[in-house]
Nanobody, 121 residues
Framework: QVQLVESGGGLVQAGGSLRLSCAAS????????MGWYRQAPGKQRELVAA???????NYPDSVKGRFTISRDNAENTVYLQMNSLKPEDTATYYC???????????????WGQGTQVTVSS
């Protein structure tokens, strides 16, 4: 099994910063990609940032220039630095990992439990 443990969420004022982290553990052979999604009440879950094993990144326009994703491949950990936070960033943030496990041939997606980010006006 693969487990993802997230941390770093909290309550901040608009314009502030938070740094989220997510550590993957378990029978991991290799990780193709890691990243973050978020979901606000009444809204669809949306991509926030993603990073491949080769370092390529992907951001939606809503967070470009404010959020930065990075990873520590040796520790199977992904980070999300969030700057200039806005109230509309308020959501539950979910870590994901596209993983090939020992004894398998395919990559599968795994999800963390979510961490709450609240940005006050």
């Amino acid at each position: 099994q693969v487990q993802l443990v997230e941390s770093g969420g909290g309550l901040v004022q608009a314009g502030g910063s938070l740094r989220l982290s997510c550590a993957a553990s378990g029978s991991i052979l290799s990780i193709n990609a890691m990243g973050w999604y978020r979901q606000a009440p009444g809204k669809q879950r949306e991509l926030v940032a993603a990073i491949t094993s080769g370092g390529s990144t992907n951001y939606p326009d809503s967070v470009k220039g404010r959020f930065t994703i990075s990873r520590d491949n040796a520790e199977n950990t992904v980070y999300l630095q969030m700057n200039s936070l806005k109230p509309e960033d308020t959501a539950t943030y979910y870590c994901y990992c596209n993983v090939r496990r020992w004894g398998t041939q395919r990559y599968n997606d795994y999800w963390g439990q979510g961490t709450q980010v609240t940005v006050s006006s």
